[in-house]
């Protein structure tokens, strides 16, 4: 019986991520709003001083955030998760300057 060649894929760089060069900080504000929703105290630092809740980390993790975000992140103020959110959505959906001035053919 002859053998199938194995194919590996590897299914956490979607076509998306590939050409998204914010992915990764998309994924470490992910996991950091998912850490604000099950620990209100985490909620609460991050919404009072998000950069000092970053820099902290939560439950011994770690969130890695580029000096230009960290940057933006000290100057969100947001009473709820709701607005923090809306703030981070601003950061990653704004496209950088180099994005804006590549020519996108369709």
Same mark, same amino acid.
């Given at each position: 019986m002859t053998s199938l060649?194995?194919?590996?894929?590897? %299914? $956490?760089? $979607?076509? +998306?991520?590939?050409?998204?060069?914010?992915?990764?900080?998309? +994924?470490? *504000?992910?996991?950091? =709003?998912? +850490?604000? %929703?099950i620990n209100p105290r985490f909620r609460i630092q991050l919404l009072t001083n998000p950069l000092s809740a970053v820099d902290k980390g939560y439950l011994g993790e770690s969130f @890695? *955030?580029?000096?230009?975000?960290?940057? @933006?992140?000290?100057? =969100? @103020?947001?009473?709820?998760?709701e607005e923090f959110s809306s703030r981070v959505l601003e950061i990653t959906e704004t496209p950088s300057l180099v994005e804006m001035a590549v020519p996108h053919y369709h």
């Open positions: 060649p194995v194919m590996h894929v590897n %299914i $956490s760089d $979607s076509p +998306a991520q590939l050409n998204d060069p914010l992915s990764g900080t998309k +994924a470490e *504000f992910g996991r950091l =709003i998912h +850490a604000a %929703i @890695q *955030f580029s000096d230009k975000v960290r940057k @933006q992140l000290s100057n =969100i @103020q947001a009473t709820t998760l």
